[in-house]
């Protein structure tokens, strides 16, 4: 044991409360340590206000349910685009690329993404504390806890776009195949991640990983959509 | 190479016994700041960086094939079409000048792009996708197929899906990311890394800079680092489901075990290494020790 040169801390160097705020608030701490915590939030302004804040995203979070109905129809549109006529074929010689001819028709799916993605942003800055504390070891107790984009939207349009993969890949039944075998891989992931959460709802490193494996999901989708081509050749 | 594999074999049963076989062969002169941009259905691509300030393209290919390659810009763009029925596979060979950025896109390609010294972006459904050289921004993305890059530098964004990626020798700021495949890291000077991976495992071998970032995440696989006795690190590790060991001495927290998350500090702390599992194992390893 080399005790010289490791050591262990709470995360935070100069605060190491502040990293444990999260486990604090998911009541995961030893009794111990929850007494000495709840001793040290009554002295420390700091940790105060981020508690606050962690348990202000975990509200917010309870609030926006995983199979809320989205607060505005946006299917129609990529509905629209995503349903004209497909047919296998190379690409063009001349004209748009077929990854230009993809990006209307995930116009909104992107959207949806690119809107999570501010939203996390958006949050994470809102939690970032202020003190001079290394970004190094704040990052599990700030990390947002953003909202999970609403369900029905999301797998519509996954729906959509694996059935677009679907039609272009009719001569290669192997990439369909392995395709498949890839998202059911997310979903498990997800699955395991949604498992997890609903033991530590306010867990926002959980939350992040559902919507980092979502987002991964619904990007192998596109890919594969924009890689595989329509119209003639 | 799966997507030269499976090229060969569309072509061989759309096209057998009915179209003759035809040589394409150019050379283009070529100002500094011209890129190639190369999109074609199927086949491989192989790129070789030569010392002239102009590229050539060879292919052979079937007569009822037509391939078209032209100046639009400051591009040169290598397109193939079939004047009738399917597109068949073509292989290109393509010599660039070192200085050329390279864009090779398909959808049943392998591509090879070798000794290049600027940006390279490489994609495909189906194939391999293997760079050796290249500098700036690399973005290498493959659906079904391997992914490698050797001896690079500058911003590398490698992806894929079912299978592994591999880099050898690279300086800069990495992102890999691949659903089903591990992800090998082997030599690598980075002050930035985010690498994950659903399915596959995670092994690094390589330098920590004092102050860079680093983050390796899976879901099931495990994740292996080689960390020499000099870093400067605090160590963020998350382990879900999984479990932690070290083949040297750390001093873990009360109760690290039950709650399988905690970090601890490597010398001065100052770079950030953050370390995540769900079913895994996360394993840290003197390099000596570190699994080949």
Redesign the interface.
């Known amino acids: ?3 010289e ?7 935070c ?1 100069e605060d190491p409360w502040v ?1 444990r705020l999260s ?1 604090y608030l998911d009541g ?1 701490l ?1 009794a111990r ?1 929850r007494l000495e915590i709840e001793a040290h939030l009554a002295g420390c302004a700091a940790c105060t206000a981020v508690l606050r804040e962690l348990r202000d995203v975990v509200a917010r979070a309870d609030r926006m349910r995983l199979d809320s109905p989205p607060t505005r129809d946006l299917w129609p549109g990529v509905s629209v685009r995503l349903r004209r006529p497909l047919r296998l ?6 004209g748009a ?1 077929p ?1 230009r001819w993809a990006v209307p028709r995930l116009a909104a799916a992107a959207v949806l993404v690119a809107c999570c993605a501010a939203l996390v942003w958006v949050v994470g800055e809102r939690l970032r504390p202020a003190s001079t504390a ?4 704040s ?2 107790v700030v990390a947002p806890a953003p909202p999970v984009p609403a369900d029905r939207e999301y797998e519509t349009t996954v729906a959509e776009l694996r059935r677009v993969v679907h039609a272009r890949l009719t ?2 039944p ?2 369909v195949e ?2 498949e ?2 998202l059911a ?2 979903d ?2 997800m699955s ?2 949604q498992d ?1 959460l609903s033991r530590q709802p306010g867990d926002a ?2 939350r992040s ?1 559902l919507i ?2 979502r987002d ?1 999901k619904l990007e ?1 989708l596109r ?2 959509v924009a ?3 329509e119209g003639g ?1 | 190479m799966p997507g030269r594999r499976f090229a060969l074999a569309l072509t061989f049963l759309l096209c057998a016994g009915v179209a003759e076989a035809a040589e394409f062969d150019r050379i283009i002169s070529v100002p500094r700041g011209t890129r190639l941009d190369v999109r074609l259905f199927a086949g491989e691509v192989v790129v070789r960086a030569w010392d002239r300030d102009s590229i050539r393209v060879r292919a052979t290919h079937f007569t009822s094939d037509e391939i078209d390659l032209r100046t639009l810009g400051q591009a040169i763009t290598v397109r193939a079409r079939a004047r009738r029925g399917a597109p068949h596979g073509i292989d290109f060979d393509i010599d660039v000048p070192a200085w050329m950025a390279v864009d090779v896109a398909g959808t049943y390609l392998d591509i090879a792009i070798d000794g290049t010294t600027a940006n390279v972006a490489a994609e495909t459904v189906r194939g391999d996708i293997h760079v050796k050289g290249g500098a700036g921004v690399l973005r290498l993305k493959s659906i079904d197929g391997e992914v490698v890059l050797e001896s690079a530098r500058g911003r590398a964004e490698l992806s894929s899906t079912n299978d592994g990626i591999r880099v050898t020798g690279f300086t800069g700021e990495l992102i890999a990311d691949t659903v089903n495949g591990s992800v090998k890291l082997r030599a690598i000077q980075a002050t930035s890394v985010e690498v994950g991976t659903f399915g596959g495992d995670i092994s690094w071998e390589g330098a920590f800079s004092d102050d860079g970032r680093y983050r390796f995440a899976t879901h099931t696989g495990g994740v292996d680092v080689s960390l020499d006795s000099r870093v400067n690190a605090t160590v963020n590790v998350r382990a879900f489901e999984g479990v932690f060991r070290a083949a040297f001495p750390v001093k873990l927290p009360d109760e690290a075990s039950r709650h399988r998350r905690f970090s601890f500090v490597l010398g001065s702390g100052s770079a950030r290494l953050d370390l995540e599992t769900f079913g895994g194992t996360i394993s840290l390893r003197r390099p000596q020790l570190a699994a080949r």
């Open positions: 044991m080399n005790r040169d490791t050591r262990v801390e709470g995360g160097r990293d486990e995961d030893p340590e074929a190379p690409w063009p010689l001349s690329s990854l290394p970004p190094v070891a990052a599990p001569l290669d192997h990439v392995v395709l075998k890839n891989a997310l498990l992931a395991d991640y997890a490193q959980l990983r980092g494996a991964r192998l890919r594969a890689l595989t081509t050749n």
